[in-house]
């Protein structure tokens, strides 16, 4: 069983920066696809970013240029730093390991974007 456990949420005004961080436990992390996703009231669950076990990198159109994300295997841990943050990125986010057909999923941790 893996469990993940993300944080770095909290209240960030607009144009500012906050980095998430999601440890994972286990012995798998290396091997996995890792992501981050958000879901903003009222909406679906949102797909942001992907960094597979080989390293590539992908990001949703609403946050390229803005967002990265950046894993490091010997720490088990997965981050996304955020740039330029807007009020629409307001939302609850939530780390994803993915290894097969097995998906894991963090509690989410809440970024607020607002002055």
């Known amino acids: 069983q893996v469990q993940l456990v993300e944080s770095g949420g909290g209240l960030v005004q607009p144009g500012g920066s906050q980095r998430l961080s999601c440890v994972a436990s286990g012995s798998i992390f290396s091997i996995c696809d890792l992501g981050w996703y958000r879901q903003a009231p009222g909406k679906q669950r949102e797909l942001v970013a992907v960094?597979?076990?080989?390293?590539?990198?992908d990001y949703a159109d609403s946050v390229k240029g803005r967002f990265t994300i950046s894993r490091d295997n010997a720490k088990n841990t997965v981050w996304l730093q955020m740039n330029m943050l807007k009020p629409e990125d307001t939302a609850v986010y939530y780390c994803n390991l993915k290894l097969g057909y097995r998906n894991y999923w963090g509690k989410g941790t809440l970024v607020t974007v607002s002055s």
């Open positions: 960094i597979t076990s080989g390293g590539n990198i």
